[in-house]
């Protein structure tokens, strides 16, 4: 309960008024007639209207006046008249939860919302919008929870085949920070959809992170192929060169050849290929000077019996 | 302790938009050396670094943090900020030095 009220309150912070608010105003002028607020007030079945000049809030008018009006008996009478001057309004930059004070506190039914900067009239929002916006927020917030649930663990158990491979693949760009990193958690979001164990699913990400900023930092660009089955994830990571001439000494913890402005964003700082053998069952690495290296990577998934167990079918 | 608790406690900036803030924290890890993040951070952690690029975020999605704290009163650069939102990863400023807030954190009940 506690958490499902701090979610709301935190929605109450991050939608402002602007995105609550009705933008479709009736208004009137100060020098319509009375009559024709009467009229403007059944048609639309509203109960306030702002009353504008020019572009400018001149005052607001509700039900409340129009029956003080028609008790008065005058006839011939203007908005201006009757109107409330100088409204208290709502900017549209503000927070929901600002809005829900103000009408708490005053007990308005409405409140004319106005830009900022211009000072303009730009929407009227009541009780009513605040609660339909928060649910429309809360909503949309549970249709992507929705979407980021759905899980594509169920794949390997519909797919029918003696031996099944899902293989997925990304293109690295050399010494592109700006992208850096996009191929592994990609492929994280898609092991954790594939149903992978937390455990298995940690080891990758740092192999496969490792692996791309080697490629970005090192290298000319490059590919890395992603390869799941019931018994192993491989990473395969090739790029077109320079290529690594010693490799025993590139396994070392601390060598490294990147350049300083490289290692003062906290990269090459010679731990890449020790932190990638740690995380991995199996790793290979090749290479040839002026050609490129390949790297292979293998850690045991144990996907199928993790979508056995969430198989319904399988655990009865 | 709630994220959202230790930002009040310690007095630290938000600069990203209001979200995952409920995240339990238990551990924290101070280090600018991106590969010493990736092998020895626990999951979950808040991390504190001097580093305000991009592939930060990637960093802390990859090991599925809570949060950044950016030391000495350091703010994300403008493409990490739009990444970090995206992501919904919290980014948070201290002026503190790396040395103060993790005493604080560890005060606080928060380990390595």
């Given at each position: 309960m506690e958490t499902r009220l701090d979610k709301t309150l935190e929605?109450?912070?991050?939608?402002?008024?602007?995105?609550?608010?009705?933008?479709?105003?009736?208004?009137?002028g100060p020098d319509d007639s009375m009559?024709?607020?009467?009229?403007?007030?059944?048609?639309?079945?509203?109960?306030?209207?702002?009353?504008?000049?020019?572009?400018?809030?001149?005052?607001?008018?509700?039900?409340?006046?129009?029956?003080?009006?028609?008790?008065?008996?005058?006839?011939?009478?203007?908005?201006?008249?009757?109107?409330?001057k100088d409204p208290q309004c709502l900017y549209a930059d503000q927070p929901l939860?600002?809005?829900?004070?103000?009408?708490?506190?005053?007990?308005?039914?409405?409140?004319?919302?106005?830009?900022?900067?211009?000072?303009?009239?730009?929407?009227?929002?009541?009780?009513?919008?605040?609660?339909?916006?928060?649910?429309?927020?809360?909503e949309q917030d549970y249709n992507e929870e929705e979407v980021r649930q759905y899980r594509a663990s169920h794949f390997f158990e519909?797919?029918?085949?003696?031996?099944?491979?899902?293989?997925?693949?990304?293109?690295?760009?050399?010494?592109?920070?700006?992208?850096?990193g996009r191929a592994s958690t990609t492929m994280k979001k898609n092991l954790k959809r594939l149903g992978l164990q937390p455990d298995i699913i940690r080891r990758a990400a740092i192999a496969s992170y490792e692996a791309e900023m080697n490629v970005v930092i090192y290298t000319d660009g490059g590919t890395m192929k992603f390869t799941v089955n019931d018994e192993k994830l491989t990473i395969i990571v090739k790029d077109r060169g320079p290529g690594i001439e010693n490799i025993e000494l590139a396994m070392q913890e601390g060598y490294t050849t990147a350049e300083?402005?490289?290692?003062?964003?906290?990269?090459?700082?010679?731990?890449?290929?020790?932190?990638?053998?740690?995380?991995?069952?199996?790793?290979?690495?090749q290479s040839v000077v002026g050609e490129g290296t390949t790297l292979k990577i293998e850690i045991m998934t144990g996907v199928h019996n993790e979508t056995k167990r969430i198989n319904p079918e399988a655990r009865s | 302790m709630k994220l959202k608790e230790l930002i009040q406690k310690l007095d630290l900036e938000l600069t990203t938009?209001?979200?995952?803030?409920?995240?339990?924290?238990?551990?924290?890890?101070?280090?600018?050396?991106?590969?010493?993040?990736?092998?020895?951070?626990?999951e979950g952690s808040v991390?504190?670094?001097?580093?305000?690029?991009?592939?930060?975020?990637?960093?802390?999605?990859?090991?599925?943090?809570?949060g950044i704290i950016l030391v000495g009163g350091r703010r994300p650069d403008d493409e990490t900020l739009k990444k970090a939102n995206e992501e919904n990863i919290p980014i948070l400023s201290t002026r503190f030095s790396t040395f103060e807030i993790v005493g604080k954190l560890y005060e606080l009940g928060i380990r390595g």
């Open positions: 929605i109450l912070f991050e939608l402002k008024v602007g995105d609550a608010m009705k933008k479709d105003v009736v208004t009137v009559g024709k607020l009467n009229e403007e007030m059944s048609i639309h079945r509203i109960s306030g209207v702002p009353v504008v000049e020019g572009k400018k809030l001149a005052g607001i008018i509700s039900i409340s006046d129009l029956i003080a009006w028609l008790t008065a008996g005058v006839k011939d009478s203007k908005v201006r008249e009757w109107m409330v939860i600002h809005a829900i004070k103000r009408f708490d506190q005053l007990r308005f039914g409405r409140f004319p919302v106005l830009d900022r900067e211009s000072g303009e009239l730009v929407g009227i929002i009541t009780n009513g919008d605040i609660i339909l916006g928060t649910l429309k927020k809360l519909d797919i029918n085949a003696d031996h099944l491979d899902l293989t997925l693949a990304f293109i690295i760009s050399g010494k592109d920070f700006d992208h850096a300083p402005w490289v290692r003062e964003l906290g990269f090459g700082a010679g731990m890449g290929l020790p932190n990638i053998k740690k995380c991995s069952d199996f790793m290979d690495l | 938009s209001p979200t995952a803030l409920d995240a339990e924290v238990e551990n924290a890890y101070a280090s600018d050396i991106l590969s010493d993040v990736m092998s020895h951070a626990k991390w504190i670094t001097i580093q305000t690029h991009r592939n930060t975020v990637s960093v802390a999605e990859l090991k599925s943090f809570a």
